[in-house]
């Protein structure tokens, strides 16, 4: 029904496929260096533990332990995690590769 077509689009909003991820990340906000766990990671974004004394609208610097280096935005925080867009560049797919967390056989 339309109904559940709308309200299935209305929940996922993701424009990229979302992966758990294994690995760290150093996350750079406000002079501070913070090394921290990925929790899941997209061509678009990463979700990290939650970072405190951030708001919607702050950037940070996301370095991977490649070296590679993204500036993002935080668009979302709980309780437990912080969300982060990367802006502009996004993260290719084979890189994403490195992170993923092996899944259970």
Same mark, same amino acid.
């Given at each position: 029904?339309?109904?559940?077509?709308?309200?299935?689009?209305?929940?996922? *909003?993701?424009?990229?496929?979302?992966? #758990?991820?294994?690995?760290? !990340?150093? $996350?750079?906000?406000?002079?501070? =260096?913070?090394? &921290?766990?990925?929790?899941?990671?997209?061509?678009?974004?990463?979700?990290?533990?939650?970072?405190?004394?951030?708001?919607?609208?702050?950037?940070? *610097?996301?370095?991977?332990?490649?070296? #590679?280096?993204?500036?993002? !935005?935080? $668009?979302?925080?709980?309780?437990? =995690?912080?969300? &982060?867009?990367?802006?502009?560049?996004?993260?290719?797919?084979?890189?994403?590769?490195?992170?993923?967390?092996?899944?259970?056989?």
């Amino acid at each position: 029904p339309e109904i559940v077509r709308e309200s299935v689009a209305k929940i996922d *909003k993701r424009v990229h496929e979302r992966f #758990e991820a294994a690995g760290s !990340v150093r $996350v750079e906000i406000g002079g501070r =260096a913070l090394d &921290l766990e990925l929790v899941d990671l997209s061509e678009g974004g990463a979700r990290v533990p939650m970072l405190s004394g951030v708001a919607s609208g702050d950037r940070v *610097k996301v370095t991977f332990p490649g070296g #590679e280096v993204l500036s993002a !935005v935080v $668009v979302w925080q709980s309780s437990t =995690a912080t969300g &982060l867009k990367f802006d502009p560049v996004q993260m290719k797919k084979a890189n994403i590769m490195r992170y993923r967390r092996a899944e259970a056989a």
